[in-house]
């Protein structure tokens, strides 16, 4: 993990993370999952520089009433839900208020769901390789239910990759996953965007519109040919 620096913007970030992924490239195993909408333009970055399928995985953080950008939780497509016990007791969060927000969330999730993925189906993450792709871990809420929902599809290996992220995060995670890939740790933290010289929201247009790139580009890309087996002469 090098010294704390700024990253440009949530592209460049996805682009050195692709160098420190750079062993998955072109695997048919792998395949890169971001969360969105601030981890889709890196999700966009890695997947391209890999040449790897890129898919989205919704989650939706919980954030503690009247500090929305402080998780005490998250949850994931398929009713999965993760609190942070120790916050939710620390603040005296009421199970009321905590329902209140899982709702809203929830109504959230499945308004993108339908929005961004527009009929097209899920990839298949059965017995591969995913690489879950992030602008930052703070708490690590979020990224706890992501690796929670995507237990279930039976991946063969998940490794997280962000550019930035707390130790207590990365301690919070580390036993979830087969590996982490993180550029650096600052201490002290302060907030994923302290770490940015531009993080503007990502839109819902702009999640859609890297979606529907990738999906094109894959399309349009031209297969390696099939090498012509020399001839052997007896």
């Not at 005490?72 to 939710?88: C, K, N, P, T, Y």
Request: with cysteine; hydrophobic share 45%.
């Amino acid at each position: 993990m090098t010294a704390p620096h700024r990253f440009v913007n949530r592209e460049q970030a996805g682009q050195l993370l692709a160098q420190r992924l750079h062993a998955y490239a072109g695997c048919k195993d792998a395949v890169v999952l971001a969360l969105p909408r601030g981890g889709l333009p890196l999700g966009f970055a890695v997947a391209s520089e890999l040449a790897l399928p890129l898919d989205i995985l919704l989650v939706r953080k919980l954030g503690l009433p009247g500090h929305e950008e402080f998780a005490m939780g998250a949850i994931a497509s398929g009713g999965l839900r993760f609190l942070q016990e120790d916050i939710v007791d620390i603040y005296a969060i009421p199970a009321s208020a905590i329902e209140a927000i899982v709702q809203r969330e929830t109504l959230e999730l499945s308004r993108r769901e339908n929005v961004y993925r527009a009929g097209r189906p899920a990839l298949s993450l059965q017995k591969r390789v995913v690489i879950l792709v992030d602008d930052g871990l703070a708490t690590g809420a979020t990224m706890k239910v992501a690796v929670l929902a995507l237990r279930k599809a039976d991946p063969a290996r998940v490794i997280i990759a962000v550019p930035v992220a707390s130790a207590e995060a990365i301690n919070t995670l580390k036993s979830d996953v087969d590996e982490i890939i993180c550029l650096m740790t600052p201490d002290p933290f302060y907030a994923v965007s302290a770490w940015y010289e531009q993080f503007e929201q990502t839109s819902d247009e702009e999640v859609i519109r890297l979606l529907d790139l990738k999906a094109r580009n894959d399309k349009t890309r031209t297969p390696m040919p099939t090498p012509t087996p020399t001839p052997t002469h007896s």
